[in-house]
């Protein structure tokens, strides 16, 4: 039988976009999967407008928070309860290819591999392809440190391997943390040469704001990656420096 994908989604206040994504999850070629919405705000009107349109779709399921936790957060509590062979990310504003579940999986038991990412496509508020990023094919410990390569919602990674980890109670750089103490244990992550994955750049999302990112990225280093206080700050211009780099780098269209 062939496995069982769970697709994570964490929702909060992305309404304009997150049809699309549901929708781009419920077009794959690939049939057996669930869709597990995490929904992350107290106001239920987006809940209610989710559930008017998918009522009947025996696929997703929606685990409501009763207090707004964060994207973090709320992932784990849809790993808690998926059942899923493999786990899947896709945030609510971002889209799949309609192949990417089954190129990447098959990619993923051709090559043994418990997790992999993919390259991706940049798009707009209006789903407009604005750019592109190929990340390194293989990532280690010591790349992995000074830039993250990886997308979120580019990734896919067997259940067994993922319980292990918890995503941090930080707002930005959550799924950061976890690739570096991931990576510990498994030494490389493998990317898969495709443009699979849609990631939307909106000017008011929280991986635009720099003085959180800033925050958040001395916490990754100093709380979760135990260095001291001046590596630390060192981690982070080093990080700054290739995340500007990156730009030079990703293709406009």
Request: charged share 25%; aromatic share 14%.
């Given at each position: 039988?062939?496995?069982?994908?769970?697709v994570i989604m964490?929702?909060?206040?992305?309404?304009?976009?997150?049809?699309?994504?549901?929708?781009?999850?419920?077009?794959?070629?690939?049939?057996?999967?669930?869709?597990?919405?995490?929904?992350?705000?107290?106001?239920?009107?987006?809940?209610?407008?989710?559930?008017?349109?998918?009522?009947?779709?025996?696929?997703?399921?929606?685990?409501?928070?009763?207090?707004?936790?964060?994207?973090?957060?709320?992932r784990n509590k849809?790993?808690?309860?998926?059942?899923?062979?493999?786990?899947?990310?896709?945030?609510?504003?971002?889209?799949?290819?309609?192949?990417?579940?089954?190129?990447?999986?098959?990619?993923?038991?051709?090559?043994?591999?418990?997790?992999?990412?993919?390259?991706?496509?940049?798009?707009?508020?209006?789903?407009?392809?604005?750019?592109?990023?190929?990340?390194?094919?293989?990532?280690?410990?010591?790349?992995?440190?000074?830039?993250?390569?990886?997308?979120?919602?580019?990734?896919?990674?067997?259940?067994?391997?993922?319980?292990?980890?918890?995503?941090?109670?930080?707002?930005?750089?959550?799924?950061?943390?976890?690739?570096?103490?991931?990576?510990?244990?498994?030494?490389?992550?493998?990317?898969?040469?495709?443009?699979?994955?849609?990631?939307?750049?909106?000017?008011?999302?929280?991986?635009?704001?720099l003085i959180q990112?800033?925050?958040?990225?001395?916490?990754?280093?100093?709380?979760?990656?135990?260095?001291?206080?001046?590596?630390?700050?060192?981690?982070?211009?080093?990080?700054?420096?290739?995340?500007?780099?990156?730009?030079?780098?990703?293709?406009?269209?």
């Amino acid at each position: 039988m062939i496995p069982k994908i769970s697709v994570i989604m964490p929702y909060y206040k992305k309404r304009q976009f997150v049809l699309k994504a549901i929708n781009s999850v419920l077009k794959q070629s690939y049939k057996n999967f669930e869709i597990i919405i995490i929904h992350d705000d107290i106001n239920l009107d987006d809940l209610i407008f989710l559930k008017k349109k998918f009522n009947k779709n025996k696929k997703i399921k929606f685990i409501v928070n009763n207090k707004n936790v964060g994207a973090g957060i709320s992932r784990n509590k849809g790993i808690k309860v998926c059942t899923g062979e493999y786990i899947a990310f896709l945030d609510s504003d971002d889209l799949w290819h309609r192949d990417k579940l089954k190129l990447q999986l098959n990619f993923m038991i051709s090559r043994k591999l418990l997790i992999s990412h993919t390259n991706f496509f940049i798009i707009d508020k209006k789903s407009e392809i604005i750019g592109k990023f190929s990340p390194k094919k293989i990532i280690t410990y010591k790349y992995l440190l000074k830039s993250c390569d990886i997308g979120l919602s580019t990734v896919i990674i067997k259940k067994k391997l993922m319980i292990n980890y918890k995503f941090p109670n930080i707002k930005t750089k959550e799924d950061y943390v976890v690739w570096l103490k991931m990576i510990k244990k498994i030494n490389k992550i493998t990317c898969f040469n495709k443009y699979l994955t849609f990631w939307r750049n909106t000017p008011n999302s929280l991986s635009s704001s720099l003085i959180q990112k800033l925050k958040d990225g001395f916490s990754l280093y100093y709380k979760y990656e135990k260095q001291n206080f001046f590596k630390s700050i060192f981690l982070i211009f080093q990080l700054s420096f290739y995340a500007l780099k990156k730009k030079t780098t990703i293709k406009l269209k």
